[in-house]
């Protein structure tokens, strides 16, 4: 990886940004002239710090860097303190194959947190439907007696994506970029993963063979927990021009000019604080809104006996997912553990107070609360607008606004996860380089694994 080179953050935000196109010319973007002097990046989450680090790793420490947020570096990343112990309540794990996230991860010196056992459980609001137990064959067992073999199906079927999905970064790796979110889904399978965003999962797995008990049970259960929603959601969650950045801080409004810039935070009805002048066509916010998150840290004592365990010694469990049911009032429950924890950290027993964080779609009242927790000492609750609401009737949004006007956060509406929002910034930023130096031969080109094999 390119040696860290320092980035340039511009003041904070107050919620009116306007962004004006002020002229247009005859392009200087050609190859062998000179790198872009300035570029804004509006947006301080993981997509616009990802941008701003593969853009200067890209144009070269020379070009200036400057990044507007609103609120706090980090966008749904964050961190809440119990009795002087942090916690994660907002994205909390990295996946051993979520390469560009792992390389952040070295690149700041930052050491992985050891795994601490924990086994999980789906409740339906009545009963406990499935339960993990501490022997793998059993589990196996247990999965195969309830649903036939929809488990080995649907890992086959992860499998095969996954695969595919991989090949992103061979081709970043060779400086190739994509122009829309449709043409990089084609380069990983065809029509494969575009048709993923048009279809719901459910209708996905029952393709390949998954059983509706199966997706109802389990599959429900994760997708309440990671996004909140039910199974209906979509399977795949040339002219130089001079831009005008005008912002308001705490203390006065100003503004600058760009030769490049990147917008890193949704631009759809509910969510967008920027407006467009003179662009013509006109740039205007996108249809579809973002479904809420509560999470809810609670530092207390559970009610087990909610739960099918009037005796709380005996529950074992330290996540509760739940199924799609109209009578539930939360969508996951876990006994999470400190950012920092020693070499003799245990977990609480199942009687002893300990910090859970609740998942759900509304803040939860004092009645739920004294559902969940037979008494608590504290509750802090912060609300994420996490996700897209999934709809496989819309469009994918643009990543081309304007030449050098760049919409990184569309690809949320493919799969909004940390991974796949740094994937899409390394694409933006050699999107823009590639088009700023007219090097066409490395956007939207067709058989891209031959072109790759090749060129090793």
Not at 107 to 129: D, N, T, Y
Not at 177 to 182: D, H, I, M, Q, R
Not at 382 to 402: F, G, N, Q, T, V
Request: aromatic share 12%; with cysteine; net charge negative.
């Amino acid at each position: 990886m390119a040696e860290r080179q320092p980035l340039r953050w511009a003041m904070r935000l107050l919620p009116a940004v306007v962004l004006g196109l002020l002229l247009a010319g005859p392009s200087s973007a050609a190859t062998g002239d000179a790198p872009p002097g300035k570029i804004a990046i509006v947006g301080a989450g993981i997509g616009g710090s990802a941008v701003a680090y593969f853009l200067q790793q890209h144009f070269g420490p020379q070009v200036q860097l400057d990044v507007y947020e609103k609120g706090s570096e980090g966008g749904r990343l964050a961190t809440t303190t119990v009795n002087k112990q942090q916690y994660e309540c907002g994205g909390a794990s990295i996946h051993s194959l979520s390469l560009h996230m792992q390389d952040f991860v070295k690149l700041l010196g930052l050491k992985p947190r050891r795994e601490v056992a924990g086994k999980s459980a789906i409740f339906s609001g009545e009963q406990l439907v499935l339960e993990e137990t501490d022997w793998y064959l059993l589990n196996l067992f247990r999965l195969w007696w309830h649903y036939g073999i929809s488990f080995l199906r649907l890992q086959m079927w992860v499998e095969e994506v996954m695969e595919k999905f991989m090949r992103i970064y061979k081709y970043q790796a060779h400086g190739y970029a994509f122009s829309s979110l449709e043409e990089l889904l084609r380069s990983l399978g065809s029509e494969t993963f575009v048709n993923m965003t048009q279809r719901s999962v459910a209708e996905s797995l029952l393709e390949v063979g998954v059983t509706q008990r199966f997706i109802d049970d389990v599959i429900a259960a994760v997708l309440r927990s990671s996004y909140g929603q039910s199974v209906l959601m979509p399977a795949f969650a040339d002219g130089k021009a001079l831009y005008q950045v005008r912002y308001e801080d705490d203390e006065d409004q100003g503004s600058a000019f760009y030769d490049m810039v990147v917008i890193a935070t949704p631009l759809h009805f509910d969510r967008s604080n920027i407006t467009f002048e003179n662009f013509d066509p006109p740039i205007t916010d996108f249809p579809g809104s973002f479904h809420p998150t509560i999470s809810s840290v609670v530092h207390g004592y559970l009610n087990s006996s909610y739960f099918g365990f009037p005796d709380p010694k005996l529950f074992p469990f330290a996540s509760i997912l739940t199924t799609d049911s109209p009578d539930l009032f939360f969508n996951a429950l876990d006994n999470i553990c400190p950012v920092n924890i020693s070499g003799t950290f245990r977990r609480k027993q199942p009687q002893e107070a300990a910090v859970w964080r609740v998942l759900s779609q509304q803040p939860l009242d004092k009645q739920q609360l004294k559902t969940l927790f037979r008494s608590y000492y504290s509750v802090q609750v912060m609300e994420w607008e996490a996700y897209p609401h999934y709809d496989s009737s819309k469009s994918l949004p643009p990543i081309i606004l304007h030449d050098n006007l760049f919409y990184l956060n569309g690809v949320e509406w493919v799969a909004s996860s940390m991974e796949m929002v740094a994937m899409a910034a390394k694409n933006v930023a050699l999107l823009a380089y590639n088009r700023w130096y007219q090097d066409l031969e490395k956007i939207d080109q067709k058989d891209l694994m031959h072109k790759v094999k090749t060129e090793l």
